[in-house]
């Protein structure tokens, strides 16, 4: 029912940025509460930020807070993760996740859909 595609990711040097996008396409896409996750090599997946459907709440993964910024172009139906001072322990895959349910959730298991990933690697 909802198709999650992300974008963005790369090779960066340290200290350096990207943003993140993912797009939402299926009947139901326009009213959904939005997360990132990552998982780095050998390491469970891990929440890293998340926004409530209408945008006016977030939440982040503590020690990311003040690099990482969510958003979200609801008419776009586009969530996006702006990733500043990137660092290499930030490499991972990181993922899109979606739920029509209301509020912020940090939990894997309160996401229905996922996008497929895109890698990002920080080198030092």
């Known amino acids: 029912q909802v198709h999650l595609v992300e974008s963005g990711g790369g090779l960066v040097q340290a200290g350096g940025s990207l943003r993140l996008s993912c797009a939402a396409s299926?009947?139901?896409?326009?009213?959904?509460?939005m997360g990132w996750f990552r998982q780095a090599p050998g390491k469970e997946r891990e929440f890293v930020a998340a926004i409530s459907r209408n945008g006016g709440s977030t939440y982040y993964k503590a020690s990311l807070k003040g690099r990482f910024t969510i958003s979200r172009d609801n008419a776009e139906r586009t969530t996006y993760l702006q990733m500043n001072s990137l660092k290499p322990e930030d490499t991972a895959v990181y993922y899109c996740?979606?739920?029509?349910?209301?509020?912020?959730?940090?939990?894997?298991?309160?996401?229905?859909?996922w996008g497929q990933g895109t890698q990002v690697t920080v080198s030092s």
């Open positions: 299926g009947r139901t896409a326009s009213n959904l509460r």
């Open positions: 996740a979606a739920d029509s349910r209301l509020g912020v959730a940090q939990t894997a298991s309160a996401y229905a859909y």
